[in-house]
């Protein structure tokens, strides 16, 4: 008799749908579909008789037939409901025990049958009893995994093909894309996600004003947009927390020096080797040092950089009230599923108070701490890859109970030194010339960044609302740094048309975009254009050529103000007088007629700014923009393998959807599309894309 045990950890893989092909496959009788806790009952004696008459009518055709009887398949669903671990149960009626003994006895007992294929199924291995998978009983062990992006695809095209038959799926829809966006997807998941991307496009057609009016389905279209909002929604059971982990570094990072640097780059450099190394699946490091110095945020910097599939943070917060045994249990858990996943990342924050260590005895949770010590030196199943950050602020404790000699690296990270005060201070834009020395003075030697950073932000609270508009309080240097951007260049002189940062034309994608004349910007007659960040002014003049009543350019080097007005002049001679460029800091900006703009351009704009620039660019937009208005961005993602120090900086089409529309839904996406690879600007084809946002009230 052939007895099939198929494992899976992750929920939603198929394991049902898989079990039923094979039925089917064999051509036996109609599989008995058995979900688990339907084998129990409340009546002494009846958990067994149905197991017993799950097997009633193999045997009677066995006793007829004999060998020649049909092959008859039985699929348990959730089988660790009915086969857990004998004696793990605490019953009086002892039940569960009984019920292993009598389906052992029918799998493989005296008169076992040869006419059966017995097949089971459950997400949690480690609870079944030992004698159901030695040799012989459920001996074939299978293991489903998440599927892989080819695999994703295919899940894909199977749950979109009837939208794409009928003509409901919008041809900007592209499943590639979303295959890889997807990571660590179960296809339950994905099925969520197209459900969820087709509730979003039937919530357009709902007119919320008159609930009786019928659904108009000629015009129902699940565009790229109602599956980047599904993307938002759905969010998968072995996927990264990325958004717990930005709650960790709400400041950013800030470079403070060649220490911060060498913390980075030695960070970078184990995650590519944990990813791509034979010898070495699971690499440890252990972030220590005093409190504040910015040991999380550099570790969740680190895990959101790496890009790997599951990315999960271990902290105390997160147990609160939780008994020993519930800690270890979901530790355990946590390194269980990152076994599942091809390349993981686990940060174990805090590891002190993971152990309950309290200084007065000293006293600390021995039960967990063996737990993590067993953990840190278990290797990941072949084609799995662990990568495990630990950050405390008691090293010395740690090396006492042998957990900092577990870990393979150990870095430490160290308060702020004067000069890593000032680097600090200098690019947050807190001080200028003499202040910065003065301040850097005032402040005691060794202060954690953290520290610093609520210093600062107490001092600009203090300085009231209006002063600390602008994330930089002193706009001199930033200003004077993009003065020498335009005076650079290849040959000393960056005013040249060309070089540098200078695309040379206007964006044919924005050419395209007012030509197709969708969101009203087909006919521009009579409206107000803002373009910060407008560099030579290219698109300033096709924003006039197509109609516009006033454009409005912002720079912030005055070079970049007059090479612009001059090249404006010299294209629209007698309409130069509805384009114009003025020097200005796009946060402070305010529009003197008070009505707001109709129309606002955002190309290369937001990756110029600096990273703690960005938490008032949305907020910004919303201002200047009237009720209605659209503000449309050509997004250029610039990612983290590219310059961090900027210009540019990284940036996503993520990014600008968390800044516009975020929790408090500043504006709504209208529309987010690939730009096609002939009009994107030179060696950047695939790599942009188009967005509309409308301004909410």
Avoid at 459 to 475: C, D, F, H, K, S
Wanted: hydrophobic share 40%; aromatic share 6%.
């Amino acid at each position: 008799m052939s007895k099939v045990f198929y494992c899976t950890a992750p929920p939603g893989t198929g394991k049902t749908l898989i079990a039923r092909q094979i039925g089917k496959m064999l051509n036996g009788k109609e599989p008995k579909i058995v979900n688990g806790p339907e084998v129990l009952s409340k009546y002494v004696g009846a958990s067994e008789e149905n197991v017993r008459n799950l097997f009633k009518d193999a045997e009677a055709d066995y006793q007829r037939m004999g060998d020649a009887s049909d092959l008859h398949v039985i699929i348990f669903d959730e089988i660790d409901a009915i086969c857990k671990q004998r004696g793990s149960v605490q019953s009086g009626s002892g039940v569960h025990d009984t019920v292993v003994n009598q389906l052992l006895t029918k799998i493989d007992g005296v008169d076992a049958l040869n006419n059966i294929l017995l097949i089971g199924m459950t997400n949690r291995k480690d609870m079944l009893d030992d004698a159901l998978l030695r040799p012989g009983r459920l001996e074939v062990q299978v293991e489903i995994g998440l599927p892989n992006e080819r695999g994703r695809l295919q899940i894909l095209q199977i749950h979109t093909s009837r939208m794409s038959q009928n003509s409901f799926l919008s041809r900007d829809v592209d499943l590639y894309e979303l295959s890889q966006k997807t990571k660590n997807f179960s296809g339950a998941e994905i099925e969520g996600l197209v459900k969820s991307a087709t509730s979003f496009a039937l919530n357009r057609q709902v007119d919320v004003n008159d609930l009786s009016k019928p659904i108009d389905e000629e015009n129902i279209k699940v565009t790229m947009v109602d599956f980047l909002s599904a993307l938002d929604e759905v969010k998968p059971a072995f996927g990264a927390t990325i958004d717990a982990l930005d709650s960790y570094r709400l400041h950013g990072v800030v470079d403070y020096g060649r220490r911060h640097q060498h913390l980075l780059s030695s960070c970078r450099t184990l995650v590519r080797q944990v990813q791509s190394s034979e010898v070495t699946p699971l690499i440890t490091v252990l972030l220590e040092g005093p409190q504040g110095t910015g040991k999380t945020a550099l570790a969740a910097t680190v895990a959101i950089e790496s890009g790997f599939p599951f990315v999960k943070v271990v902290s105390a917060e997160a147990m609160v009230g939780y008994s020993e045994a519930a800690k270890c249990q979901t530790i355990s858990k946590i390194f269980d599923d990152a076994y599942k996943s091809p390349l993981s990342v686990i940060v174990l924050d805090e590891i002190e108070r993971l152990l309950d260590y309290v200084a007065i005895g000293p006293r600390f949770s021995n039960t967990v701490l063996q737990t993590l010590l067993v953990l840190l030196k278990k290797a990941p199943p072949a084609g799995r890859r662990l990568f495990v950050i630990g950050t405390t602020s008691l090293g010395m404790v740690l090396e006492e109970m042998d957990v900092a000699q577990t870990f393979n690296v150990a870095m430490h990270v160290a308060a702020l030194s004067s000069e890593e005060m000032k680097s600090v201070l200098a690019q947050l834009g807190a001080f200028s010339g003499q202040e910065l020395e003065v301040a850097v003075q005032e402040i005691k030697d060794g202060t954690p960044i953290k520290k610093l950073l609520l210093l600062l932000d107490l001092a600009r609270q203090g300085q009231g609302e209006e002063e600390t508009a602008v994330p930089l309080a002193n706009m001199e240097e930033y200003n004077s740094r993009w003065e020498k951007n335009w005076k650079a260049g290849p040959d000393g002189d960056g005013l040249k048309q060309g070089q540098l940062f200078d695309a040379t034309k206007s964006s044919a994608a924005l050419e395209a975009l007012i030509a197709d004349g969708s969101f009203g910007l087909g006919n521009l007659s009579g409206k107000r254009i803002f373009v910060p960040g407008c560099g030579r002014g290219y698109d300033l003049v096709t924003f006039v050529k197509a109609g516009a009543k006033e454009v409005l350019g912002l720079e912030l080097a005055p070079s970049a103000v007059s090479v612009a007005n001059e090249y404006i002049q010299s294209q629209l001679a007698s309409q130069s007088s509805q384009a114009t460029v003025i020097q200005g800091d796009f946060f402070t900006h305010k529009d003197e007629s008070s009505q707001g703009y109709d129309v606002g351009y955002d190309y290369t704009f937001l990756c110029a700014l600096m990273p703690e620039m960005r938490a008032k660019w949305g907020t910004s937009w919303h201002r200047v923009l009237r009720p209605g208005g659209f503000l449309v961005t050509l997004i250029f993602p610039v990612d983290s393998e590219m310059e961090q120090k900027g210009p540019p900086w990284p940036v996503t089409p993520e990014l600008y959807k968390g800044l516009l529309v975020g929790k408090d839904g500043l504006f709504k996406l209208k529309s987010l599309e690939k730009v096609p690879d002939e009009q994107s600007h030179p060696g950047r084809a695939g790599k942009e894309y188009m967005a509309v946002w409308e301004r909410q009230a």
